[in-house]
């Protein structure tokens, strides 16, 4: 009796419910619809009507659907060069060699960090698209010049190569801070020079770090979306997005041709991570000394080296800096200074981000018309407005619900390590790094537009306001293991001793979690809701496949942006924006400063902090304390 009232405790039904919601998810939302995808391969019908499995391989084969998978892993390939030559020397000028001027320079490095996907191609083509002002003043300049010249793959792999370095400014940074520098120092004492130490001896030990951002990279090559649509490239992802919108009436089995081109994209995945997982577990360490010492910066002994070495971290700097500076300028000019891509002095304004404005022209017959309130800012606009606080909503729901998932999750694997259910749970919320972002989307999209999936309640999902729950799962799932990473890696910090003492006092489970685990991993918990949100809120790839009229985020408000910029409607459309750019880069880097400044700072670091904010008040209100002192 007393045992099977052990049994069925109260935390045990929990548990279990849990378990099966769970399952529920992972059966529901991960494996069924991309099963169906790969399913629909094979199910596609031929012009007669019957069902022929390999109609849609016969076309890939004998059709141009190739030439999207060749363009993708074209753009990967080059892209793995190119961003790991510009990485690694913003790395090494920043953080190896003596620089002048290092830390401005590592400011304008990371400022990709702050804006990236359709905000950061919206700052390249500013400057270099057909009308941008770089290519004016070459225009100007050279007047044969091509005034298309940013478009297609040249200008998709420059956008790209800059993009992408926030990694290496992220974990290439840290990784060779973390080198112990009697190595170096001994190598410099049997006489070796600078780049010889770093060839022989630094090198080795970021192998392991470059060979993880060089997958990375190879990964955001292949399944790059954004650069490729707004800037003309014909790649797999966007060839994708634009089949899942199709009809067999406008083509050939669209919907089986954007599956089969995602599982090509899933197998690219599948054969990198495991190949990344292999080569993890051979573990490449380096042994050091016991007493580790600091690295300090290298200086370049040969004075052309160090003239070309500051030549050339200052032009990257500009290459980085100017998109973000004239974003921020023009964001404050009126329509007609954006238009001409001219800085007008007079023109300062805030019409951009508040109120509205009217708009007049003269017609073709010579008369004035006016437009009422055709000049809009980021905050006055509706469409604008209604993009940023459905964003907003969907990215701070599908954050927390995924820190949620992840934490009960977590609690489970270290209550039940070792067993083989907790390792089930954990791979299972692993899985969808295994898949490509457009995968997971695209077989939500085709499998839940129908009244038929009867785990949802016959609920077509894809269907009116449902798009809004679709869109927050799909964030949700997309967002698991990355999330799984970063808050089990903050489980370990829980002394066990703790939760045995809370036992001990008669504390059941699921209070010792709240009130003893939880309060610890809560700060990772928030840094990992908080990054989750950034990425979210501007997010393009999921926000184009799901597009619908009640599924327009902020990503794709300001991706239509140029499209509405048609003379008497939305005529500053591109100057709204040059101001949602901004607006994105104010939250950007707000929440990175709390994660990455406030959220990193031991508890000692913050105390001090504390103590030195009092002593600063305190001196300010010195004088006035005295004056209220004299009075009374």
Known sequence: MNADKRRFTPELVLR??????????????????????????????????????????????????GKYVWNSLKLAILLVITVNLVGISLVLLTEYFDIKGAKILRMGYMT?????????????????????????????????????????????????????????????????????????????????NPFKVLWKVVFPTLIPTLFSLTVMTFITGLCAMSAPTLLGYDSINPEIVRLAGSSTADES???????????????????????????????????????????????????????????????????????????IVFSFQNYSAIKARRLDWNGWTLINFFGTADYSYTNDRGKLKTVTGAISGVFSNEKTLGG????????????????????????????????????????????????????ICYSYRTFFNSNAVWYVGNQNLYFGQNVKLLIIMAYTVVKLPFSLRMIKASF???DEELEDAARNLGSSGFRTFLQVKLPIILPS????????????????????????????????????????ATRGANMNA?????????????????????????GSRDLGERLQRRELRRKRIEKLSKPFRKGVSAKG
């Open 16 to 65: 279990i419910i849990l378990l099966i919601l769970f399952a529920y998810l992972f059966f529901g939302f991960m494996l069924v619809p991309c099963l169906n995808t790969l399913t629909s391969i094979f199910t596609a019908k031929n012009a007669s009507g019957q069902t022929d499995p390999f109609a849609v391989i016969r076309f890939f084969l004998a059709g141009s659907m």
């Open 112 to 192: 990709t960090m702050i804006y990236s996907g359709v905000a950061l191609v919206t700052g390249y083509m500013f400057l270099y698209a057909g009308d941008g002002m770089i290519t004016e003043l070459l225009k100007n300049a050279f007047p044969g010049f091509n005034q298309n010249w940013f478009s297609g793959f040249n200008a998709v792999l420059f956008t790209m190569t800059f993009a992408c370095t926030s990694n290496h400014m992220l974990f290439l940074r840290n990784a060779i801070r973390g080198i112990d520098y009697n190595t170096v120092e001994a190598a410099r004492n049997m006489g070796a």
């Open 253 to 327: 089995f669209p919907q089986a041709r954007a599956a089969l081109l995602s599982i090509i994209l899933a197998a690219f995945t599948i054969v990198l991570l495991t190949v990344l997982s292999a080569y993890e577990r051979k573990g490449h360490y380096l042994s050091v000394s016991k007493t580790k010492a600091k690295l300090q910066k290298q200086k370049i002994n040969n004075p052309v080296a160090n003239v070309i070495a500051h030549i050339y971290a200052y032009i990257l700097f500009i290459i980085y800096m100017t998109p973000v500076v004239m974003i």
């Open 388 to 439: 940023i606080k459905l964003s907003f909503l969907l990215s701070a729901a599908a954050a927390a619900l995924a820190c949620i998932i992840v934490i009960i999750a977590c609690n489970y694997i270290f209550k039940k390590k070792g067993k083989k259910m907790s390792t089930v749970v954990e791979y299972a919320l692993l899985f969808p790094w295994l898949l490509p972002t457009i995968l």
């Open 492 to 494: 370990y910090a829980i």
């Open 525 to 564: 918990v928030l840094a990992v809701f908080a990054l989750n949100f950034n990425a979210l809120f501007t997010e393009y790839d999921m926000s184009a496949t799901f597009q619908s009229p009640n599924g327009i985020t902020y990503a794709m408000v300001i991706q239509g942006m140029l499209a509405d």
């Open 574 to 598: 591109l100057g709204r924006r040059c101001a949602s750019t901004v607006f994105i880069m104010i939250v950007s880097g707000l929440i990175l400063y709390l994660v990455y400044g406030v």
